[in-house]
Protein backbone atom coordinates (compact mmCIF):
# COMPACT_ATOMS: atom_id res chain seq x y z
CA UNK A 1 0.00 0.00 0.00
CA UNK A 2 3.12 2.66 0.35
CA UNK A 3 6.67 1.93 0.55
CA UNK A 4 7.43 1.08 3.86
CA UNK A 5 7.98 -2.64 3.98
CA UNK A 6 7.52 -2.49 7.55
CA UNK A 7 3.72 -1.90 7.94
CA UNK A 8 1.62 -1.22 11.06
CA UNK A 9 -1.96 -2.56 10.05
CA UNK A 10 -4.49 -2.60 13.04
CA UNK A 11 -8.48 -4.46 12.04
CA UNK A 12 -10.96 -3.44 14.65
CA UNK A 13 -15.06 -3.30 14.64
CA UNK A 14 -17.47 -5.80 15.31
CA UNK A 15 -16.42 -8.24 13.16
CA UNK A 16 -13.12 -6.54 12.38
CA UNK A 17 -14.22 -5.35 9.09
CA UNK A 18 -12.24 -2.19 9.55
CA UNK A 19 -8.75 -1.70 8.76
CA UNK A 20 -6.28 1.31 9.57
CA UNK A 21 -2.53 1.93 9.13
CA UNK A 22 -0.51 3.39 11.48
CA UNK A 23 2.66 4.61 9.25
CA UNK A 24 0.13 6.37 6.56
CA UNK A 25 -2.54 7.18 8.42
CA UNK A 26 -4.96 4.91 5.87
CA UNK A 27 -7.80 2.89 7.01
CA UNK A 28 -12.22 1.87 5.98
CA UNK A 29 -13.61 -1.14 4.46
CA UNK A 30 -12.56 -4.18 3.52
CA UNK A 31 -13.51 -2.48 -0.15
CA UNK A 32 -11.03 0.28 0.35
CA UNK A 33 -8.60 -1.95 1.62
CA UNK A 34 -9.47 -3.82 -1.53
CA UNK A 35 -8.53 -0.92 -3.81
CA UNK A 36 -6.07 0.49 -2.20
CA UNK A 37 -3.40 -2.69 -1.77
CA UNK A 38 -4.44 -4.00 -5.51
CA UNK A 39 -5.13 -0.81 -7.75
CA UNK A 40 -8.69 -2.30 -8.59
CA UNK A 41 -11.52 0.23 -9.09
CA UNK A 42 -14.75 -0.08 -6.79
CA UNK A 43 -17.01 -2.55 -9.21
CA UNK A 44 -13.59 -4.78 -9.40
CA UNK A 45 -12.61 -4.53 -6.00
CA UNK A 46 -16.52 -5.76 -5.14
CA UNK A 47 -15.75 -8.57 -7.50
CA UNK A 48 -12.38 -9.48 -6.01
CA UNK A 49 -14.24 -9.96 -3.10
CA UNK A 50 -16.93 -12.13 -4.58
CA UNK A 51 -14.72 -14.36 -6.28
CA UNK A 52 -12.32 -14.63 -3.17
CA UNK A 53 -15.05 -15.47 -1.06
CA UNK A 54 -17.48 -17.42 -3.11
CA UNK A 55 -19.96 -14.80 -2.92
CA UNK A 56 -22.64 -14.36 -6.19
CA UNK A 57 -22.08 -11.19 -7.61
CA UNK A 58 -24.73 -11.49 -10.77
CA UNK A 59 -24.89 -8.10 -11.92
CA UNK A 60 -21.65 -7.50 -13.64
CA UNK A 61 -19.02 -9.85 -15.33
CA UNK A 62 -15.80 -9.94 -13.14
CA UNK A 63 -12.91 -8.55 -14.82
CA UNK A 64 -11.11 -11.76 -14.33
CA UNK A 65 -7.59 -11.01 -16.07
CA UNK A 66 -7.31 -7.79 -14.29
CA UNK A 67 -8.07 -9.56 -11.16
CA UNK A 68 -5.58 -12.04 -12.19
CA UNK A 69 -2.61 -9.71 -13.43
CA UNK A 70 -3.15 -7.71 -9.84
CA UNK A 71 -2.72 -10.83 -7.69
CA UNK A 72 0.42 -11.95 -9.48
CA UNK A 73 1.82 -8.64 -9.49
CA UNK A 74 1.17 -8.32 -5.74
CA UNK A 75 2.62 -12.02 -4.85
CA UNK A 76 5.89 -11.38 -6.90
CA UNK A 77 6.12 -7.89 -4.74
CA UNK A 78 5.89 -9.53 -1.83
CA UNK A 79 7.94 -12.29 -3.01
CA UNK A 80 10.84 -9.61 -3.81
CA UNK A 81 10.91 -7.97 -0.37
CA UNK A 82 11.86 -11.54 1.60
CA UNK A 83 15.22 -11.88 2.90
CA UNK A 84 17.35 -14.45 3.90
CA UNK A 85 19.05 -14.37 7.45
CA UNK A 86 21.44 -16.80 8.38
CA UNK A 87 21.76 -17.14 12.49
CA UNK A 88 25.26 -19.00 11.69
CA UNK A 89 27.04 -16.78 10.00
CA UNK A 90 25.28 -14.02 11.96
CA UNK A 91 26.42 -15.08 14.94
CA UNK A 92 29.85 -15.70 13.67
CA UNK A 93 30.09 -12.51 12.79
CA UNK A 94 29.53 -11.18 16.37
CA UNK A 95 31.57 -13.72 17.85
CA UNK A 96 34.82 -13.18 15.53
CA UNK A 97 34.53 -9.12 15.93
CA UNK A 98 34.61 -6.79 18.57
CA UNK A 99 34.95 -3.14 18.89
CA UNK A 100 37.21 -1.22 16.89
CA UNK A 101 38.57 1.99 17.96
CA UNK A 102 36.15 3.34 15.51
CA UNK A 103 33.26 1.81 17.24
CA UNK A 104 34.67 2.45 20.52
CA UNK A 105 35.08 6.38 19.96
CA UNK A 106 31.45 6.57 18.16
CA UNK A 107 29.99 4.59 21.65
CA UNK A 108 31.89 5.84 24.31
CA UNK A 109 33.91 9.26 23.12
CA UNK A 110 31.02 10.98 21.44
CA UNK A 111 28.18 9.50 23.21
CA UNK A 112 29.77 8.50 26.69
CA UNK A 113 27.35 5.55 26.55
CA UNK A 114 28.11 2.91 29.31
CA UNK A 115 30.55 0.45 28.27
CA UNK A 116 28.48 -2.95 30.49
CA UNK A 117 25.52 -2.26 28.64
CA UNK A 118 27.02 -2.30 25.10
CA UNK A 119 28.76 -5.25 26.01
CA UNK A 120 25.52 -7.07 27.31
CA UNK A 121 24.28 -6.03 23.98
CA UNK A 122 26.87 -7.94 21.95
CA UNK A 123 27.42 -4.80 19.97
CA UNK A 124 30.95 -5.13 17.58
CA UNK A 125 32.15 -3.12 15.01
CA UNK A 126 34.28 -4.19 11.19
CA UNK A 127 36.20 -1.20 9.84
CA UNK A 128 37.43 -3.70 6.76
CA UNK A 129 34.98 -5.83 5.13
CA UNK A 130 37.30 -7.33 2.46
CA UNK A 131 39.46 -8.82 5.55
CA UNK A 132 35.81 -9.86 6.71
CA UNK A 133 34.92 -11.58 4.05
CA UNK A 134 37.96 -13.55 3.43
CA UNK A 135 38.07 -14.96 7.18
CA UNK A 136 33.73 -15.93 6.23
CA UNK A 137 35.43 -17.70 2.85
CA UNK A 138 37.79 -20.25 5.35
CA UNK A 139 34.92 -20.82 7.66
CA UNK A 140 31.62 -21.08 5.32
CA UNK A 141 31.16 -22.73 1.69
CA UNK A 142 29.83 -20.56 -1.29
CA UNK A 143 26.53 -21.84 -1.30
CA UNK A 144 26.08 -20.86 2.52
CA UNK A 145 27.37 -17.57 2.22
CA UNK A 146 25.16 -16.60 -0.45
CA UNK A 147 22.50 -17.67 1.24
CA UNK A 148 23.43 -15.72 4.51
CA UNK A 149 21.77 -12.53 3.53
CA UNK A 150 25.12 -10.63 4.31
CA UNK A 151 27.17 -11.26 0.85
CA UNK A 152 26.45 -10.26 -2.48
CA UNK A 153 28.29 -12.05 -5.48
CA UNK A 154 29.12 -9.07 -8.16
CA UNK A 155 31.08 -10.43 -11.37
CA UNK A 156 32.34 -13.36 -9.22
CA UNK A 157 33.24 -11.71 -6.44
CA UNK A 158 31.67 -11.80 -2.99
CA UNK A 159 31.30 -8.59 -1.29
CA UNK A 160 29.56 -7.73 2.34
CA UNK A 161 26.34 -6.23 2.03
CA UNK A 162 26.82 -3.80 5.21
CA UNK A 163 28.89 -0.75 4.03
CA UNK A 164 31.82 -0.82 6.77
CA UNK A 165 33.11 0.78 8.99
CA UNK A 166 30.14 0.02 10.49
CA UNK A 167 28.65 -1.01 14.24
CA UNK A 168 27.00 -3.89 14.16
CA UNK A 169 23.62 -4.31 16.53
CA UNK A 170 21.87 -7.67 17.00
CA UNK A 171 18.47 -8.09 17.06
CA UNK A 172 16.79 -10.89 19.74
CA UNK A 173 13.72 -12.42 20.59
CA UNK A 174 12.08 -12.80 24.03
CA UNK A 175 13.41 -16.12 24.21
CA UNK A 176 17.17 -14.74 23.46
CA UNK A 177 17.31 -15.96 20.09
CA UNK A 178 19.57 -13.83 17.34
CA UNK A 179 16.59 -12.89 14.83
CA UNK A 180 18.94 -9.84 12.84
CA UNK A 181 21.18 -7.11 12.78
CA UNK A 182 21.30 -3.71 12.39
CA UNK A 183 24.70 -1.75 11.07
CA UNK A 184 25.08 2.06 11.86
CA UNK A 185 27.80 3.47 9.13
CA UNK A 186 30.53 5.25 10.52
CA UNK A 187 32.62 6.40 7.54
CA UNK A 188 32.17 9.17 5.68
CA UNK A 189 30.65 8.02 2.12
CA UNK A 190 27.42 10.78 2.01
CA UNK A 191 25.44 8.22 -0.56
CA UNK A 192 26.11 5.33 1.88
CA UNK A 193 22.78 4.32 4.11
CA UNK A 194 23.03 4.93 7.80
CA UNK A 195 21.76 2.05 8.68
CA UNK A 196 20.91 -1.22 6.90
CA UNK A 197 19.12 -4.48 8.33
CA UNK A 198 19.63 -8.19 7.47
CA UNK A 199 16.89 -9.98 9.43
CA UNK A 200 14.97 -13.60 9.12
CA UNK A 201 11.36 -11.91 9.13
CA UNK A 202 9.86 -8.23 9.91
CA UNK A 203 11.80 -5.75 11.92
CA UNK A 204 11.77 -6.52 15.83
CA UNK A 205 11.82 -4.42 18.78
CA UNK A 206 15.45 -4.09 19.79
CA UNK A 207 16.01 -5.43 23.58
CA UNK A 208 13.60 -7.35 23.26
CA UNK A 209 15.15 -9.70 26.77
CA UNK A 210 14.94 -6.94 28.92
CA UNK A 211 11.27 -7.78 29.47
CA UNK A 212 12.54 -11.01 31.07
CA UNK A 213 13.76 -8.84 33.81
CA UNK A 214 10.58 -6.86 34.13
CA UNK A 215 7.81 -7.18 36.40
CA UNK A 216 3.95 -6.15 35.93
CA UNK A 217 3.49 -1.97 35.82
CA UNK A 218 7.13 -1.34 35.83
CA UNK A 219 8.35 2.23 33.45
CA UNK A 220 9.41 0.87 30.25
CA UNK A 221 10.61 3.46 27.70
CA UNK A 222 10.48 3.23 24.36
CA UNK A 223 12.81 4.62 22.02
CA UNK A 224 12.99 5.75 18.25
CA UNK A 225 16.31 4.02 17.48
CA UNK A 226 19.00 2.11 18.79
CA UNK A 227 21.05 4.89 20.08
CA UNK A 228 18.65 6.94 22.19
CA UNK A 229 17.74 3.13 23.84
CA UNK A 230 21.58 2.66 24.73
CA UNK A 231 21.44 6.51 26.19
CA UNK A 232 17.83 5.26 28.23
CA UNK A 233 19.69 2.57 29.31
CA UNK A 234 23.05 3.79 30.00
CA UNK A 235 21.11 6.46 32.04
CA UNK A 236 19.26 3.22 34.17
CA UNK A 237 15.96 3.33 32.56
CA UNK A 238 14.76 -0.25 31.03
CA UNK A 239 14.00 0.48 27.48
CA UNK A 240 13.26 -0.62 24.08
CA UNK A 241 13.53 0.41 20.54
CA UNK A 242 11.37 0.73 17.46
CA UNK A 243 13.65 0.78 14.47
CA UNK A 244 12.97 4.01 13.08
CA UNK A 245 9.92 6.75 13.33
CA UNK A 246 8.19 4.42 10.30
CA UNK A 247 8.72 1.03 11.60
CA UNK A 248 6.37 -0.16 14.73
CA UNK A 249 6.60 -3.98 15.06
CA UNK A 250 3.18 -4.58 16.37
CA UNK A 251 3.85 -8.24 16.92
CA UNK A 252 6.16 -7.07 19.61
CA UNK A 253 4.99 -3.51 20.86
CA UNK A 254 1.59 -6.14 22.21
CA UNK A 255 3.93 -7.40 24.62
CA UNK A 256 4.41 -3.87 26.34
CA UNK A 257 0.98 -2.77 27.16
CA UNK A 258 1.31 -4.25 30.86
CA UNK A 259 4.06 -1.99 31.40
CA UNK A 260 3.97 1.50 31.96
CA UNK A 261 5.24 3.36 29.07
CA UNK A 262 7.02 6.02 28.60
CA UNK A 263 8.79 8.07 25.35
CA UNK A 264 10.68 11.33 24.88
CA UNK A 265 9.54 11.85 21.05
CA UNK A 266 12.17 13.35 18.85
CA UNK A 267 11.84 16.90 18.63
CA UNK A 268 10.56 16.99 14.89
CA UNK A 269 7.53 15.88 12.75
CA UNK A 270 8.76 12.24 12.20
CA UNK A 271 9.27 11.90 16.08
CA UNK A 272 6.06 13.73 17.05
CA UNK A 273 4.27 11.18 14.43
CA UNK A 274 5.74 8.64 16.10
CA UNK A 275 4.43 9.23 19.19
CA UNK A 276 1.19 9.91 17.84
CA UNK A 277 1.04 6.37 15.87
CA UNK A 278 2.30 4.74 19.42
CA UNK A 279 0.02 5.97 21.84
CA UNK A 280 -3.13 5.31 19.48
CA UNK A 281 -1.65 1.88 18.89
CA UNK A 282 -1.56 1.26 22.97
CA UNK A 283 -4.87 3.33 23.41
CA UNK A 284 -6.64 0.63 21.07
CA UNK A 285 -5.12 -1.82 23.39
CA UNK A 286 -6.39 -0.54 26.94
CA UNK A 287 -2.85 0.57 27.24
CA UNK A 288 -1.24 4.55 28.05
CA UNK A 289 2.25 5.89 26.52
CA UNK A 290 3.25 8.69 28.63
CA UNK A 291 5.33 11.73 26.44
CA UNK A 292 8.22 12.80 28.45
CA UNK A 293 9.36 16.40 27.75
CA UNK A 294 12.77 17.01 26.43
CA UNK A 295 14.21 20.30 27.33
CA UNK A 296 14.17 23.12 24.75
CA UNK A 297 16.47 22.75 21.50
CA UNK A 298 17.33 18.89 22.55
CA UNK A 299 16.44 17.32 19.56
CA UNK A 300 16.32 13.47 20.80
CA UNK A 301 17.15 11.76 24.50
CA UNK A 302 20.62 10.77 22.87
CA UNK A 303 21.69 14.43 22.42
CA UNK A 304 20.09 15.18 26.06
CA UNK A 305 22.23 12.76 27.39
CA UNK A 306 25.28 13.46 26.02
CA UNK A 307 24.80 16.85 26.97
CA UNK A 308 24.72 15.96 30.61
CA UNK A 309 27.16 13.26 30.47
CA UNK A 310 29.31 15.35 28.28
CA UNK A 311 29.77 17.82 31.07
CA UNK A 312 30.03 15.44 34.22
CA UNK A 313 33.39 14.28 32.22
CA UNK A 314 34.52 17.49 31.18
Known amino acids: MH ?5 SLSFFGKNRERWNCFVCNKGGSAIDFVTEYTELNFVEACQWLCQTFGISFENHSPAKSRIKAIRNKKRLKLEDVEKPFSKDVAQWILDNNSLTEKGKQFLFGKRFLNTEI ?7 SIDDSKLLVEKMV ?13 ITITNGKLYFRLFTPCLI ?18 GTNVEAPRFQFISSQKTRLFNLPVLNTMKFGEDLYIS ?7 ALLSAGKKAVAI ?12 KLK ?33 AEQLPEGIKDYSD ?7 RQRS
Open 3 to 7: EDHHP
Open 118 to 124: VKQLNIV
Open 138 to 150: KAFDSETLQDSGF
Open 169 to 186: FPYYDKRNNLVGMQSRYL
Open 224 to 230: EGITDCL
Open 243 to 254: PSATILPQFDLI
Open 258 to 290: TYKLHMYPDQDNAGRLAFVNLRRFFINHYAILK
Open 304 to 310: YYIAKHG
